[in-house]
C-alpha cells in the first residue's frame, strides 16, 4: 500500500507520466488531509502552496490518486464529493450534518458483528462502509455545550 507523494511519484514514473510540481503539490495536500477535504477546500490548500496549480491539474490528480489507490473519494449524503487517504483497514465515518465535520473511527466490535451478518447469510465478507450521520447532542437540545 502506497503512502506517500514519493510513492505516488514512483506510479507516475512507472506508468510515463511526468510527477510535476503541481500534481506532487496535490498529491502531498490530499495525502496529509486527516479531514475529508471536499474540492473547495482542497483547491484553498492547494492555492496557499502553489497558486500556480491550475484546477484541471487538481481533477486530473485526483483523478489519479484515486486510480492508484492513494486515496478515496466519499460521496456523503447530500454533500460535495470529500477525498481522504486510502485505508485498508475498515472504518467508519461519523457526517455532522451541522457542521459537515467527518469523524473516522474503528471499532472491532461493529467489524465482527458485520462479519457475523455475512456468514449467517452465507458470504465471506471482504469489505464493508460505514456511515453514520449526526449532530452534536448538545446542539440537538438547542443550547450550548458545557465547559468542563
Not at 514519493?6 to 507516475?12: G, I, K, N, R, T
Request: overall charge positive; proline content about 5%.
Amino acid at each position: 500500500m502506497a503512502e506517500t507523494c514519493e510513492d505516488f511519484v514512483l506510479w507516475c514514473r512507472r506508468h510515463h507520466l511526468r510527477p510535476t510540481k503541481g500534481r506532487r503539490v496535490v498529491a502531498t495536500i490530499v495525502l496529509h488531509s486527516k479531514d475529508y477535504p471536499d474540492l473547495t477546500e482542497l483547491r484553498s490548500r492547494i492555492a496557499a502552496l502553489n497558486s500556480r496549480v491550475s484546477l484541471a491539474t487538481v481533477y486530473r490528480t485526483l483523478r489519479l490518486l484515486v486510480q492508484f489507490g492513494l486515496i478515496e473519494r466519499h460521496k456523503f449524503q447530500g454533500n460535495p464529493t470529500r477525498y481522504g487517504p486510502a485505508d485498508k483497514l475498515s472504518q467508519g465515518h461519523l457526517i455532522d450534518i451541522a457542521g459537515g465535520r467527518v469523524i473516522e473511527f474503528r471499532s472491532n466490535e461493529i467489524d465482527k458483528q458485520v462479519s457475523e451478518v455475512a456468514a449467517l447469510l452465507g458470504y465471506r465478507l471482504i469489505g464493508h462502509r460505514l456511515e453514520l450521520y449526526g449532530e452534536p447532542i448538545d446542539a440537538a437540545r438547542g443550547r450550548a455545550p458545557a465547559c468542563p
